[in-house]
């Protein structure tokens, strides 16, 4: 069973930073890719930003510049640098990997507010 298992969230000043940390039970090696993911309240999940096996990183629009998306295959996982944080970046943020299914952590809540 897989487990996902993210921390680092917590309440910033607008213009502060935070990094976030996804820990997996298994090597992450063994995923096809994995993301960060996020979910303000009332609005849909979307995508922020995703790294494959290769390597290969995306980013949304919006956080482009101001996010980036890292992996540390040593201590399997994932991490996700936040610069310059807006509160339009509140949301829950979730790890989500991929091995012919997804696979999901309970998230953790980031709150960008003065």
């Known amino acids: 069973q897989v487990q996902l298992v993210e921390s680092g969230g917590g309440l910033v000043q607008p213009g502060g930073s935070l990094r976030l940390s996804c820990v997996a039970s298994?090597?992450?090696?063994?995923?096809?890719?994995m993301a960060w993911y996020r979910q303000a309240p009332g609005k849909q999940r979307e995508l922020v930003a995703t790294?494959?096996?290769?390597?290969?990183?995306t980013v949304r629009g919006s956080v482009k510049g101001r996010f980036t998306i890292s992996a540390d295959r040593a201590k399997n996982s994932v991490f996700l640098q936040m610069n310059n944080l807006k509160p339009e970046d509140t949301a829950v943020y979730y790890c989500?990997?991929?091995?012919?299914?997804?696979?999901w952590g309970q998230g953790t809540q980031v709150t960008v507010s003065s």
């Open positions: 989500n990997a991929i091995q012919g299914r997804g696979y």
């Open positions: 298994q090597n992450i090696f063994d995923f096809d890719s």
């Open positions: 790294i494959s096996r290769d390597g290969l990183k």
